[in-house]
């Protein structure tokens, strides 16, 4: 569905919900104080979770049972029931069981991972401030309830939707429903009787729209799947593109079913032409693929997310989606704001200056006034100026905002004093020069035409306070008409400037060292900033970062997307750039080949958090950017950041471990069984054995999670190389498949095995050789240097040990297994150690060669 379409089926929704509701509204009047804490669960019980889709989570059994919709899954049950109708009952149980261990071993381990994913993800929610009891309350979006009253200000995600009870200059964005990128304006104030359209209706808000300026309270009428958005929800929700991991595991998973298909047909083939029999040949093919398919990967990859995540959280970084974990750790560019990140922001008003240089108490108050009579989404900056003084405002009357926006860079108040009214500008310098006329020569007692060579005195002015790292804002006035009852952008013309205001964010000791850190893990950061270069730089001066290029907003702007390309690597400061721009400047990032980070947390980041491999914002950020972000820093450090890279890169690490055992080993034994039916005129390995053998295999991979991983590891980003992957199995497979067949010829020529002795033999030797790979395989180092997590290594060996004594007990005649001679373990623990050796000196040959 194309965007004109869905927006076009928004607001027929969001029409329809207006209509329906001022005629029929289907919640009554709540008065002052809001709903009672027993009234709110009440109907919370009554209308549900306020979620864009109805979330009912499926109990745990139907849970469990959904794992048998597994195709290898449904064909293993399939044969051991053919198994049961032709006599062969202990087959049938063994098969069964081996089901029920597997499917059970991965539903237990990916529930718990997801619980505690989830319990995580809850933790940064988003959230609203309701009226319950008469107080204002913080609560989940997802448990506001139809009749709550809530609180609207600057930087919020409206709740639900709803009618405006009472408004101050409230702009709402609206393009998720409408298209329309402008904001809105909202009122208390009731349509005309005769409106029909709902773009008409000023006093309703809808759910998952963006309030950009102003404040406000509503009376919630709607909500979850009943609002205008949640009917359309599965149109407009705007799915993130799978990251390289995800798309790698995919290619992944179709090597592997590439290559089981092949060697199942090839069994086959093979079993019917030298006329085997059938049941036997169809349970043989059946378990060679259960034991190529990786069915552990999910199970693998969600309990090391999981725990990775667990781990970020102590590190003071939660996840929201898990699947960025890994691509954090791949993050090779982050592109981030100065403000809190190269800097303390605790910014302070330092200086109040007139045109000349000269200290201004009237440049201070006409600045005092613009901050404390906007009601738009306040930045530090008008922080630092109520902070700084405070000034009586008794006398003033605010009539009227031109709310704050990037392309505007400035906002407007218009106040009324009884005799006169003034329109009072303040933003980006550049930006209030240019749209004045006259200035102010001493105070306001004299003012003077803005010529060229006075415009030059000011800019120069403006310049000499940023090279000194001065963030500045320039503040002009106008005065208007008596009756003017509104303000419009065209009344930011013909101003007077009246001065500068300068202020100061000191730089954080701590950025250089974590700068540094990331450079030296082979992650660049790029700054991208609304500010001047000549404040960056100064900054950049003091932390000791080098600056290799730079590039402004109003160049980007001149370039088309591929020359952005050419110029975008080698610059890291961005300066003077719009949300647009920053987004642009991303997405030029990523079509170059790196992995992309994005740091944000500001009512315009959202489109450059989409954009990212890697949406990054912080516990304090506006609801927008918390919801577009993929992870939450709980504080605004580099360090902090750095730490998760680290994680990242640990989680990846111990991913790839089980996905190289998958493709290297364990397929070379499995070619090896499908070469072994050439020759051999009986099944290498009884199906149940496979089965056996896999799940053995299964369960001593079980830790993998839990190792560490290797410094060398950590020291550079890295992606999922299907090159790489299928390289080493080219490598790794065939040591394993000769060593198979050096057992099959030990077996039969020097033990001169039977049917049951050859299959108990190599079942014993396959396992070792695969379980025991482990060791070598998990580190890129000396195997005895880089210890595995102890866990690893007990489930490891005990595996092992089952394998050599289950010939000798009762359990193992059930499988066709008979005790092998005292001089075969001789032969197998000299074989396992030939091949542990082989294996180690041809995985240094594959990372040289790599290197190279």
């Known amino acids: ?509 701590s950025a250089g060292a974590a700068l540094a850190a990331l450079k030296e893990s082979g992650v660049v950061v790029k700054i991208v900033t609304g500010d001047s270069d000549l404040v960056t730089r100064h900054v950049c001066a003091q932390l000791n970062i080098e600056v290799t290029g730079v590039l402004m907003g109003k160049d980007i702007a001149q370039m088309d997307d591929f020359a952005l390309r050419a110029n975008v690597e080698k610059a890291n400061l961005f300066c003077r750039v719009n949300p647009s721009q920053k987004d642009r400047v991303i997405l030029a990032l990523k079509a170059r080949g790196h992995v992309v980070g994005y740091l944000g947390d500001g009512i315009n980041d959202a489109p450059s958090l989409h954009s990212a491999d890697v949406g990054l914002s912080v516990d304090s950020a506006v609801d927008v950017a918390k919801e577009a972000a993929d992870m939450i820093l709980l504080d605004h450090d580099l360090h902090v950041l750095h730490d998760g890279v680290l994680e990242g890169r640990r989680t990846f690490g111990n991913i790839m471990k089980y996905i190289m055992m998958g493709t290297s080993s364990n397929f070379g034994n499995m070619f090896s069984m499908a070469g072994a039916a050439l020759f051999l005129p009986f099944l290498p390995m009884l199906p149940t054995q496979i089965l056996l053998n896999n799940i053995l295999y299964d369960l001593s991979e079980v830790p993998i999670p839990l190792d560490k991983v290797d410094e060398e590891e950590l020291r550079k980003p890295r992606v999922l190389d299907m090159n790489f992957i299928r390289n080493f199995m080219l490598v790794i497979g065939p040591v394993s498949s000769a060593f198979d067949f050096l057992t099959f010829y030990i077996m039969l020529s020097v033990l001169n095995a039977n049917e049951a002795l050859f299959q108990t033999g190599w079942f014993i030797e396959s396992l070792s050789t695969q379980v025991l790979v482990i060791f070598v395989i998990r580190t890129r180092g000396n195997p005895f240097k880089s210890l595995a997590h102890p866990l690893l290594m007990t489930t490891s060996l005990a595996i092992v040990a089952i394998a050599a004594i289950l010939p000798f007990t009762p359990l193992g005649t059930y499988f066709g297994f008979v005790p092998p001679p005292i001089e075969f373990y001789a032969i197998l623990a000299a074989m396992v150690i030939t091949y542990l050796g082989i294996v180690e000196i041809a995985k240094r040959g594959f990372y040289h060669w790599h290197r190279k």
């Open 1 to 509: 569905m194309n965007n004109s379409s869905v927006h076009s089926k928004a607001a027929a929704q969001a029409q329809a919900w207006w209509l329906d509701g001022i005629a029929t509204p289907k919640v009554g009047p709540t008065d002052a104080i809001g709903l009672s804490d027993s009234e709110a669960r009440s109907r919370l019980e009554k209308f549900g979770p306020n979620l864009f889709r109805d979330h009912h989570e499926k109990s745990l059994l139907i849970q469990f049972l959904s794992r048998f919709k597994n195709p290898l899954v449904l064909l293993l049950l399939v044969a051991s029931a053919i198994s049961a109708f032709t006599g062969e009952i202990t087959n049938f149980v063994i098969i069964t069981v081996m089901v029920l261990l597997s499917v059970t071993l991965d539903f237990v381990q990916e529930h718990r991972a997801g619980k505690a994913a989830e319990s995580l993800r809850h933790s940064v929610s988003v959230q609203a401030t309701v009226i319950r009891d008469g107080k204002p309350l913080k609560v989940a979006v997802s448990v506001v309830v139809p009749g709550d009253l809530v609180e609207l200000s600057a930087g919020d995600m409206i709740p639900a939707d709803g009618l405006v009870l009472e408004a101050r200059d409230l702009f709402v964005k609206q393009a998720l429903l409408t298209g329309e990128s402008y904001p809105v304006e909202k009122t208390a104030d009731a349509p005309a009787k005769d409106s029909t359209d709902f773009q008409d209706a000023t006093n309703a808000v809808f759910m998952g729209t963006t309030v950009i300026s102003g404040s406000a309270r509503m009376r919630v009428v709607k909500t979850g799947t009943e609002t205008a958005i949640g009917a359309i929800a599965d149109s407009i929700t705007r799915q993130s593109p799978p990251t390289a991991f995800e798309i790698g595991t995919h290619r992944f998973g179709m090597l592997i079913m590439r290559l089981t298909i092949m060697l199942v047909l090839f069994v086959l083939l093979v079993n019917a032409f030298m006329h085997k029999p059938w049941l036997d040949s169809f349970l043989f093919a059946v378990a060679l693929a259960v034991g190529l398919t990786p069915e552990l990967l999910p199970m693998v990859v969600s309990v090391t997310l999981s725990r990775g995540a667990l781990h970020m959280a102590k590190k003071r970084v939660i996840v929201k989606r898990l699947t960025a974990i890994q691509n954090l750790g791949s993050m090779d560019v982050l592109c981030t704001d100065k403000t809190g990140t190269l800097t303390e922001a605790k910014i302070r008003l330092e200086q109040h200056l007139d045109p000349q240089g000269n200290p201004s108490e009237r440049v201070l108050e006409l600045a005092y006034l613009n901050s404390f009579f906007e009601t738009g989404l306040k930045s530090p900056l008008d922080d630092a100026i109520l902070a700084h003084e405070n000034i009586d405002v008794s006398t003033w009357t605010k009539i009227d905002e031109v709310p704050f926006d990037f392309e505007r860079r400035r906002v407007s108040v218009l106040l009324d004093k009884g005799t006169s009214r003034l329109l009072i500008v303040k933003g980006a310098s550049e930006e209030i020069i240019g749209l004045c006329t006259r200035y102010e020569e001493q105070g306001n007692t004299a003012q003077s035409p803005l010529d060229k060579a006075s415009r030059d005195r000011i800019h120069e002015q403006h310049n000499a306070l940023e090279k000194e790292g001065f963030r500045v804002l320039g503040i002009a006035w106008r005065e208007a008409p008596v009756d003017h009852p509104h303000a419009v952008v065209s009344d930011e013309s013909e101003l007077i400037f009246a001065g500068f205001a300068g202020f100061l964010d000191p730089p954080k000791a």
